[in-house]
């Protein structure tokens, strides 16, 4: 599985940016699927995931009512919808998919190259 994820730039504190990941190489419909983030001198850390029947989805407390994941399994494709974004949530995204939904990255088997978000104040 091939991973891109895109959509990332430069958005302002309160405004909205929709992230992508789309898949090649095989069909995403049996794996779950995650976003995580990494900003300079950080750890990568946990942002959001969705099951694979997107009936199940998880997110960081951090991004909790403000971010929203969702998947279109026709189109090989999840989303992360960054509403309200804030300055702390710049980051380099990346978007995962594994055998099972969880927090951690060993959940997950297959990366992509990330994407640059930047919130400015």
């Known amino acids: 599985v091939q991973l891109q994820a895109s959509g990332g730039g430069l958005v302002q504190d309160g405004g909205s940016l929709r992230l992508s990941c789309a898949a090649s190489?095989?069909?995403?419909?049996?794996?779950?699927m995650g976003w995580f983030r990494q900003a300079p001198g950080k750890e990568r850390e946990f942002v959001a995931g969705i099951g694979w029947s997107s009936g199940v989805t998880d997110y960081a407390d951090s991004v909790k009512g403000r971010f929203t994941t969702s998947r279109d399994n026709a189109k090989n494709t999840m989303y992360l919808q960054m509403n309200s974004p804030k300055p702390e949530d710049t980051a380099v995204y990346f978007c995962?998919?594994?055998?099972?939904?969880?927090?951690?990255?060993?959940?997950?088997?297959?990366w992509g190259q990330g994407t640059q978000v930047t919130v400015s104040s």
């Open positions: 995962a998919a594994g055998r099972t939904l969880g927090r951690t990255q060993s959940a997950y088997e297959y």
């Open positions: 190489g095989r069909t995403l419909s049996r794996y779950a």
